[in-house]
T-cell receptor, first 115, second 114 residues
Framework: AQSVTQLGSHVSVSEGALVLLRCNYS??????LFWYVQYPNQGLQLLLK??????LVKGINGFEAEFKKSETSFHLTKPSAHMSDAAEYFC?????????????FGRGTSLIVHP | KAGVTQTPRYLIKTRGQQVTLSCSPISGHRSVSWYQQTPGQGLQFLFE???????NKGNFPGRFSGRQFSNSRSEMNVSTLELGDSALYLC?????????????FGPGTRLTVL
């Protein structure tokens, strides 16, 4: 079985400050990991994904995440927060077995950016 | 290229009724997945269709069903609605059924069950 834990349902930062959103996963097989962003009244948009290539993954809008197998983590970071980054962020894991997969999402972290 | 579209965007039903939601994937995409999003349970995978066949299924009761047409458009049906079915239903399309493919999400259908 696989699971995803996002530490902190809300994270508050000041504009220009470092953004760190935490994601820990559990998986019995090598995982594929994703970060999505959801703005109000919209669907999810992929920020970045890890697919067993480079452990440091760069995504859109200046976000990046590092896969750390020993810590079973895939934390999302951005050096400098913008007001437009305020949204809900979801970490997700999928594993493949016999050609099929079921994706599992974390509960989400709401990023609040103060001016 | 047009994105994933979902209709209707909002729906109000009463307990016991049934509902059908529609999803049109991005042109050329053959896989459509459905998700239920609620404040209490978060985002949960319902099922995935690929080339008109259900490939994967999440842990939902049989009241939740779906189908996919030859043009890849998909419908999701919920029968005998319960209050707990109130949620945002999202669909996502991918080019094919690979775990590493990027999923493109639609804006969702917000279902309210009274």
């Amino acid at each position: 079985a696989q699971s995803v834990t996002q530490l902190g349902s809300h994270v508050s930062v000041s504009e220009g400050a470092l953004v760190l959103l935490r994601c820990n996963y559990s998986s019995s097989v090598p995982p594929y990991l994703f970060w999505y962003v959801q703005y109000p009244n919209q669907g999810l948009q992929l920020l970045l994904k890890y697919t067993s290539a480079a452990t440091l993954v760069k995504g859109i809008n200046g976000f990046e995440a590092e896969f750390k197998k020993s810590e079973t983590s895939f934390h999302l970071t951005k050096p400098s927060a913008h007001m437009s980054d305020a949204a809900e962020y979801f970490c997700a894991v999928t594993t493949t077995s016999g050609g099929s997969y079921i994706p599992t999402f974390g509960r989400g972290t709401s990023l609040i950016v103060h001016p | 290229k047009a994105g994933v579209t979902q209709t209707p965007r909002y729906l109000i039903k009463t307990r016991g009724q049934q509902v059908t939601l529609s999803c049109s994937p991005i042109s050329g995409h053959r896989s459509v997945s459905w998700y239920q999003q609620t404040p209490g349970q978060g985002l949960q995978f319902l099922f995935e269709y690929f080339s008109e066949t259900q490939r994967n299924k999440g842990n939902f009761p049989g009241r939740f069903s779906g189908r996919q047409f030859s043009n890849s458009r998909s419908e999701m049906n919920v029968s005998t609605l319960e209050l707990g079915d109130s949620a945002l239903y999202l669909c996502a399309s991918t080019r094919d059924s690979q775990t590493t493919d990027t999923q493109y999400f639609g804006p969702g259908t917000r279902l309210t069950v009274l």
